[in-house]
């Protein structure tokens, strides 16, 4: 039976790079895959696009592709990325001109765009936002970007034609995974049972380390060996769809049926209704075998009819965040840095700083649990953090600098202040129809 190897070359774009490069050089893939775009990251890359035509994908593209294309090219191992963020067909250009340099002579490289549909945002204004519940129309802030989640249909056309390196704008992440396996096997796209297989290779992949216990380890209860050398993870995966999950032999980590378990039910919400826009995933009846050490044998996963609808991602400027931090240290430190909040906040009200929402932690008591009845001992030191969401600039500014002067207006023995200002892009989620969204596929090849 034919057995295709696939390895997970990120969990986001900013992850480790060694771990890829290992899986390259002694892991026997077939292929590889980065995912490397967050729900932000596309309306960010937006903005970039907008200032500069040739910008807008991802901006550690170049970092990345310096090491894998001459390791792809060398093992003959195919790359799939969603690095293309606002712009495959520039990241196809930058990959060409990188690989020309490096004389990988043949190589051909193809952009999966097609996700864009800020120009049919006009027909959706009384689609429901998720977070809101109100209508489209009804945002507050400006939209920046509109982008839908594809499935595979793009990437699988781009390795039909001899693709060796793809590059994609949004897609669902499982597709960067799932697409060179429908293609290799022949998979009918209609056979939802092994989508549903498919579409659980891609989950289990998608998050770089977390499968290779990552998001796992804690210590004394969960132990991990060598973290800080943690291997990422990579599937063989049978014609009918049933795979073994492991990672390269000597590589830091662990992969067994609970770190395997872990990340199936990560972000998923309903393991029996994981939708996607290449089908509705079931992971209910799904069994995790080990089978040797680091080596999971993994059966089960079934799938229905894909939906009718995709989701969309907007990005939209909601508001800037103004941040202060100031540390107190020594017996009553809690009280003083209590002090200290009541002081800024007073300080805000009598400078008419406009703000929509104010939040003010005590780190090592409430900045995450907000519990106040909890017992805890008294603290030795207190790092006071208050942040507040505003509508212009210059009031976010304010927040920063009201903290940096408790430095030398009270209470006693604060040090290391620092302040920040951000202008936030947030999210929308909405709705559309899948037949409003095409796939689109440029090609290039390196002479």
Sequence with gaps: MKKIRVGSGAGYAGDRLEPALEL???GNLDYISFECLAERTIAIAQQQKLMDPKKGYNGLLEHRMDKVLPLAYKNKIKVITNMGAANPQSAVDVICKMAEEKGLKGLKVAGVYGDDF????????????WETGKPLSQLDGEVVSANVYMGIDGIVEALENGADIIVTGRVSDPALFLAPLVYEFGWDINNYDLMGKGTLVGHLLECGGQSAGGYYAEPGKKDVERLWELGFPLV???ENGDFIITKVEGSG?????DTCIEQMIYEIHNPKEYLTPDCIADF????FI????????????TGREKPQTLKASLGYKDCFIGEGEISYGGPGCLERAKLAAEIVEKRLELTNVKYDEIKIDFIGINSIYKNQNRVYQTPEEIRLRIAARTKTK????QIGNEVETLYTNGPAGGGGATKTVSEIVSVASVLINRNDVEAKVIYKEVL
């Design 253 to 257: 980590g662990v992969v067994n049926k």
């Design 284 to 287: 209910s009846n799904v069994t």
């Design 290 to 301: 080990d089978i040797a050490k680091d080596v999971v044998e993994v059966k089960g996963a």
């Design 24 to 26: 390259m050089e002694r």
């Design 118 to 129: 800020f120009n049919q945002l006009n027909k959706y204004q009384d689609a429901t936002v």
């Design 236 to 238: 063989e995966v049978s």
């Design 394 to 397: 210059y009031d976010a500014v």
